[in-house]
């Protein structure tokens, strides 16, 4: 059944859950914070370590998701058939950007299209089908940038963090990085104010609703509590939380866009060893106790809710 996102309706009985993994390669989390790669850290372990971890817990659990793939990683030879596999799983593949650049909201248009079009190029090239989806790094953008997806007739946009508790939480983690990583995350205020569901953006003010063509999907956050409901909580203050505010979740009917990143299932002993990057919520913890949270969290959605790639949630929403 086909419904409309300006009205409030389900697009099944079953409740949807979009799981996201955001390929962040690890000389991001590096230069966000200022840090030289050390010689012990495999800066390909995305791709080498996690990535098949990701993709057979998923098949564990019967579960679909969708890669945010850098595109940079994507032209390195050695991930070509890496990422094959994801499709070929089952999975979507959508566009994260070409560098993953922190600076990315405040590019220019012409800019932002280069970023997003090569990465376009680079997936499109391996995958051999187009490319729909986007999400910018750090969930921030600007008004250019829906422009850009829609002149590249891209189906939807997930860049929306729908908390008005985001800056709060981009303090908080500043303050853990003790000052190395940037202040803001998701860009501008109003952002908190968007809607919690699957929207059409209005030009101009893409935390309204309007008349846009490209459907945004927003992070999942917990609606009034406002917090948002992602992996890293489910890192930070483990299943029990996780369980709780999928309960709460659950009240509410909306679609789960849940997002993961790829470090999360990252074996730090033998692929990271640097311990500036401790402060990352739960990257030092044994493997048996990731993937332990990861197949908890896994088995609560699968119980209450039909896993979709964005692709599939996306086409749930569109209008006719
Ligand atoms: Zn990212």
């Known amino acids: 059944m086909q419904c409309s996102p300006s009205r409030w309706c389900r697009p099944s009985m079953l409740q949807l859950c979009a799981l996201n993994i955001d390929m962040d390669p690890i000389d991001h989390y590096l230069r966000a914070r200022s840090y030289e790669p050390r010689s012990t850290t495999n800066l390909n372990a995305i791709y080498e370590d996690a990535l098949p971890r990701f993709l057979d817990v998923f098949d564990r659990f019967g579960a679909k998701a969708t890669f945010f793939l850098v595109g940079k990683d994507a032209a390195n030879p050695r991930n070509r058939s890496r990422i094959r596999e994801i499709v070929a799983r089952g999975h979507e593949v959508a566009n994260h950007t070409f560098s993953h650049s922190q600076r990315f909201r405040h590019l220019d248009r012409q800019e932002q299209y ?6 376009d190029k680079q997936i499109a090239d391996v995958i051999g089908t187009r490319v729909i989806g986007f999400r910018a790094p750090g ?3 600007s008004e250019e940038t829906l422009d850009v997806l829609e002149e590249l007739d891209y189906r939807y946009d997930s860049s929306v963090f729908p908390s008005r508790l985001l800056s709060a939480v981009a303090s908080a983690n500043w303050v853990l ?43 999942a956050v917990l609606p009034i509590l406002e917090l948002p409901f992602l992996g890293t909580m489910l890192f930070l203050f483990g299943r029990g939380v996780f369980k709780a505010s999928a309960w709460y979740m659950r009240r509410f009917e909306h679609p789960v866009v ?22 990352k919520p739960g990257l030092a913890k044994p493997l048996a106790v990731k993937l332990d949270l990861y197949a908890g969290m896994l088995d609560q959605f699968r119980q209450h809710y039909s896993f979709v790639t964005m692709r599939e949630l996306a086409a749930a929403y569109q209008d006719g």
């Open 139 to 141: 969930w921030g953008m």
């Open 177 to 219: 990085n003790r000052g190395r990583l940037a202040r803001t995350l998701g860009g501008s205020q109003d952002i908190g104010r968007a809607p919690k569901v699957p929207y059409y953006p209005a030009k101009d003010a893409l935390w309204r609703r309007g008349s846009r063509r490209i459907l945004e999907l927003p992070m």
């Open 114 to 119: 280069k970023e997003i079009a090569e990465a």
């Open 258 to 279: 849940y997002g993961l990143h790829g470090i999360e299932l990252v074996d730090y002993h033998s692929c990271i060893q640097d311990e500036r990057l401790k402060v």
